[in-house]
């Protein structure tokens, strides 16, 4: 059995020519073989490797239409006219250049450096590819406008086609009576008309032949002789003319017929480099990366042809001083899964191909030996055992320190004793050797061999005691048992036999045998306790990203809920400002008439509009309130100052005027409260009603818009409580805000006079106004 079929890289390569585009690809895909020059693997697996990053992130290299056209340019190589078909296949071959050339293009942020040699040597032939466009349509036949020539002839014969036609239609219409059937059809290229076999001679012409029931003849009369003769004239011009194209365009393809199967060859190979590429891609594979030291490290290897959903992924380390694997463990228990594996990823790798598993480094070996599988032979009188021996011989002849030796249970097919002698024997002639060696076996002695000796790593596949089963888990550090019983009780064997047998094993074993097998136990033990405690880390892991999924999504929908409350107070506050505004423009009506009783319950109104209809909602922060505090209103830029703090209630200065507010009702403010002198109040009897306010606004901090709106609404209050003198603090500063309270009081009849004020009044930095 021969290497490749042993380690079955023949169905891998298989299963990649189905990504190929064209025959070339697949020639390329299947004679794809191990190199064993440092050099070629180099450059094979950097193309593979970047082939896979550009299917990954610009998608899979096209190939519209190619064909391996090279017999047919060989051929117009040595001068041959090409025919139309031909041509055809030329143009594709072109147009798959420059989707080529234009995909390479697409590559500016993929490093591509190995591929860009392949690719830079692509010529695109664009005035061979519009000479043919120009000659033949998409189907491959020659266009009227190839040559003038052509064109004029192709006229003649339209031409020449209606004369005919009309001329069988007048011969049909004047004859009825002896045409059997009114459609023109051909014979010899020449057009004909049926009529019966009685009259075939009334009409001279040629008669060529009679139908199948012999009662009508094919005739062509004499009218449309000339004009068949004048049509097979025009044909044969056509075909002239024809014959010149060919020959024209067979030259310039002639011309560039090296460089086209040159680019054809190319092609071929990365059609197989990409076909790779996306069997890599849908088996989730990698590249290896070559190292010159001594080692191989393969990291969550799974084998190809393995179900993907019932395959186990494993670790296989083996590096120094450990130059040999020893795997054991139980019959049809996956110990030639794992031995394949690692010599299935050398050979792929080696071949240029991605192998599947998450990380692989790998050395340079300068060849793999392998003894897999059973190559026994009737007809040359070879058995088993000798099939064995006999790879065996050669590995131990040719076998170096750069060579890596694969065997499959090593020393079977013959006496156990001498199996294992022979074994431990061929193993250390391996080991003198210095070469690495991956090997399979359930012998106890080579396990006791592996155990004494340092550069031997031993390893095993576990099996399932309970379900019988094998689990296909590779653990290092650990030897397996066989399971022979266990297995051949499953399969039916009697329970009295395998409890003899039982007898005899246990008899049979040295007190070395009895400590190893108690080892192994407790280390079995720990590691089924490592692996529990390891799946519920996992777990944990699991439940902590849950919950801190789970908590995001929490704080999402409070950072929304807080917003949503925060836009419903906004509209809320617009729709309390109309209420407002509404209200004041009523004052304003009422308070130049003597009914002040109405004025006061509008201002009534608007002091429980504000302090009983603002809506309550959660506190976004929690805040220690103190008086003389800026705050705000939810959803209002209006600064107002805490000038009591109640149990429940808040009471706020509001554009002059005292309201109480409830603590998630207002908001901390960054402004800050220019404070003067205490306010004096001044208590005013109008009416028998008696009313409170300040003496003074305060406007300090502001800008001009929002001074002048609380200015409006200190005057509007004054107007309806009769005060008759008062001041308007407004600061010096630049004197904008002065100059805009001076040109408010100057606009309103009300105003009797204003002054700004004596040093003990606030000086320029205040204005005393004086009401009629």
Not at 231 to 254: F, N, P
Not at 437 to 465: C, E, P, W
Not at 639 to 647: A, L, M
Request: charged residues 25%; negative net charge; contains cysteine.
């Amino acid at each position: 059995m021969s290497l490749e079929k042993a380690l079955e890289l023949d169905v891998i390569k298989a299963q990649m020519e189905q990504y190929c585009a064209f025959s070339l690809g697949k020639e390329e895909v299947a004679n794809s073989q191990p190199a064993y020059d440092p050099l070629l693997i180099r450059r094979n697996l950097a193309r593979i490797s970047e082939a896979l990053s550009c299917v990954v992130h610009i998608g899979p290299m096209p190939f519209p239409g190619i064909k391996d056209i090279r017999p047919m340019l060989e051929s117009a190589a040595r001068g041959r006219i090409l025919s139309e078909q031909d041509f055809l296949g030329e143009m594709h071959l072109i147009e798959g250049v420059r989707a080529a050339v234009n995909y390479e293009k697409e590559l500016r942020e993929v490093a591509h450096p190995a591929l860009s040699e392949l690719f830079s040597s692509l010529i695109v032939h664009e005035h061979v590819l519009r000479l043919l466009q120009n000659c033949f349509n998409d189907y491959g036949e020659v266009k009227d406008n190839a040559s003038d020539g052509l064109r004029h002839v192709r006229a003649d014969l339209r031409r020449c086609d209606g004369e005919i036609a009309a001329a069988a239609n007048r011969f049909l219409s004047q004859h009825a009576g002896s045409v059997v059937d009114s459609i023109v059809t051909t014979r010899a290229g020449r057009s004909v008309v049926l009529v019966k076999a009685s009259d075939k001679n009334m009409f001279g012409g040629m008669v060529y032949g009679d139908s199948a029931s012999g009662m009508a003849s094919y005739v062509e009369p004499a009218a449309l002789v000339p004009l068949n003769n004048q049509k097979e004239h025009l044909l044969a011009r056509e075909q002239d003319e024809i014959a010149k194209i060919l020959t024209h365009c067979s030259k310039a393809v002639e011309a560039i017929s090296d460089e086209e199967i040159a680019n054809v060859n190319t092609l071929g190979i990365l059609d197989g480099i990409f076909a790779k590429a996306r069997w890599g891609k849908e088996h989730d594979a990698c590249c290896a990366v070559m190292t010159d030291e001594k080692k191989i490290i393969i990291e969550k290897a799974r084998h190809p042809l393995i179900d993907p959903a019932k395959v186990v992924a494993n670790d296989y380390h083996l590096c120094d001083p450990q130059h040999t694997l020893l795997i054991t463990g139980p019959n049809t228990g996956g110990k030639t899964v794992s031995l394949k594996v690692i010599g299935m990823f050398v050979m792929m790798s080696y071949a240029g191909m991605p192998v599947t598993c998450a990380s692989c480094t790998l050395p340079y070996f300068d060849r793999v030996f392998a003894d897999i599988g059973d190559d026994q032979s009737v007809v040359s009188s070879l058995s088993s055992f000798g099939a064995h021996v006999m790879h065996q011989a050669e590995i131990c002849k040719y076998a170096t320190d750069k060579s890596l030796v694969l065997l499959d249970e090593v020393g079977s097919g013959t006496d156990p004793s001498e199996g294992e002698a022979l074994a431990i024997a061929i193993l250390n002639e391996l080991r003198s050797r210095q070469c690495m060696t991956v090997a399979t076996t359930h012998y106890n002695r080579l396990k006791a061999y592996g155990k004494r000796h340092k550069d031997i790593l031993l390893a095993s596949v576990q099996f399932d005691m309970e379900k019988l089963e094998p689990t296909y888990q590779y653990v290092e550090g650990l030897t397996g048992q066989s399971n022979a019983f266990a297995i051949a009780q499953r399969y039916g064997l009697p329970k009295s036999i395998i409890k003899y047998a039982t007898f005899l094993k246990e008899q049979a074993k040295s007190d070395e045998d009895k400590l190893i097998e108690r080892l192994e136990a407790q280390l079995q033990l720990n590691l089924e306790k490592q692996q529990k405690l390891d799946a519920e880390i996992e777990e944990n892991k699991k439940m902590k990203a849950q919950l801190e999924a789970t908590q995001k999504q929490l704080d999402a929908q409070k950072e929304k809920i807080q917003d949503q409350a925060e836009e419903e107070a906004r509209a809320y506050v617009e729709k309390v400002s109309a209420k407002a505004d509404a209200i004041m423009k009523q004052m304003r009506k009422v308070q130049s008439t003597p009914h002040y009783h109405e004025a006061i319950n509008q201002r009534h109104a608007l002091n429980e509009l504000v302090k009983n209809d603002m809506p309550e909602s959660t506190p976004s922060r929690n805040h220690d309130y103190q008086v003389g505090d800026a705050v705000q209103l939810k959803g209002s830029s209006t600064v107002c100052e805490i000038v009591k703090i109640e149990k429940k209630d808040i009471t706020i200065l509001f554009n002059g005027r005292e309201m109480r507010v409830k603590k998630n009702q207002i908001v901390p403010s960054d402004h800050v409260i220019a404070h003067v002198k205490d306010e004096p109040r001044v208590q005013m009897a109008r009416s028998s009603i008696f009313s409170s306010m300040p003496i003074q606004c305060n406007l300090i901090g502001m800008h001009v818009d929002e001074a002048m709106e609380q200015l409006d609404a200190y005057l509007d209050e004054a107007k309806v409580n009769g005060l008759k003198s008062f001041r308007i603090i407004h600061g010096d500063g630049s004197g904008a805000l002065r100059k805009a309270v001076h040109a408010r009081l100057a606009r309103d009849k009300q105003v009797k006079e204003f002054r700004l004020g004596a040093p003990s009044e606030g000086g320029t930095g205040a204005t005393v106004v004086t009401m009629k």
